[in-house]
Each structure stands twice: as C-alpha cells, then as structure tokens.
C-alpha cells in the first residue's frame, strides 16, 4: 500500500473539553478549498424571516377551519390542551422581552435556582402593578418619578395594542 502525500493537516479540539486538539491529515486527492461551502439558494431560503407566530398569521384560515372537522374526541383533547397550555402562551408574551441574566461559561454547566422556573401569570398590567405594590410595601410612598415612571409604563403597555392577554 503507498502512503498518499499529505496536502493539509486540519486541527480540531478534543471530544472533551480539556482533552488535547486532534490533527486529521488530509490527503491530496481528498483536499477541497478550505472552509464552508456556501450555496446562495439555500442562504436565501433559511435566511427568510417571519413573525414569531407565523404559523398563526400565515395559516390562519386553516387554523379555524380545523375547529370544525375535529372528531369530539379530538375536540375535547384540544380544548384540555389549549386550556393546560394558556399560562404557558400568557407567561410568553409578558416575559418575551426580558433580557437574559446570566453569563454562559464555557466548560461549565448553568446552575439554576427555584426563582428561574418561576412562570410569571397574568397580564403586563397585573405584573407592574404587582411591582410598584412590592415597591410601596418594602420602600414606602414613591417618589414623584417612580410615580410618573410607573404611569409611563403602564401608558406604553396600553398603547402597544390595548390587550396584553392574548386569548382576545
């Protein structure tokens, strides 16, 4: 068997984090040009984007068409599963713009404590009403800006569509 000329070596870390970079030696007749291929169709067609919700946007008439061929045993299941699923949906669109608060670490595992897996309930409304009480029961009165900030953000959760529920 003749050994095949080396054209590149490609340097990959270890299958562990800590274990020693591994070196593949390519050979000539297998060598491409380095990196990524790139196929411009499919970059424009991942690289779509949508609403969030498009399913419920695009798909809407089907969506509401599907309500009235269900079985009633598929009826009754959809009803439970909306029902189960509704603080889950509610709990999205009141903490979709919170931004993260922890730091990944590279080689170490996120630890998570009883408050990360707290779903918040309600309307944005109910929540910062919620806070400004927790405000005025740990802090006393407010100040005249925590008072015009609270009346501020209450303004802009009520402009941006007038419902924050979601099941209207």
């Not at 690289?47 to 269900?70: C, F, G, H, M």
């Not at 919620?130 to 005249?144: A, C, V």
Request: aromatic share 8%.
């Amino acid at each position: 068997m003749t050994t095949k000329k080396v054209k590149n070596v490609v340097r990959r870390p270890g299958r562990i984090h800590g274990d020693p970079d591994v070196e593949i030696p390519v050979p000539e007749d297998l060598a491409t040009l380095p990196g990524i291929p790139k196929r411009e169709n499919d970059v424009a067609f991942y690289s779509r984007t949508y609403p969030l919700e498009s399913q419920n946007i695009e798909k809407v008439a089907d969506r509401e068409w599907v309500w009235t061929v269900y079985t009633e045993d598929v009826l009754k299941y959809r009803k439970e599963h909306d029902e189960r699923n509704e603080p889950l949906v509610n709990a999205a669109l009141v903490s979709g713009d919170i931004e993260p608060t922890g730091e990944a670490e590279p080689g170490k595992l996120p630890q998570f404590n009883r408050e990360f897996f707290e779903i918040p309930h309600g309307s944005k409304e109910e929540w910062l009403f919620e806070e400004f009480k927790e405000k005025l029961t740990n802090g006393g009165p407010p100040s005249s800006e925590e008072v015009a900030a609270f009346a501020g953000e209450l303004k802009e959760i009520l402009d941006a569509g007038g419902t924050t529920r979601g099941d209207e």
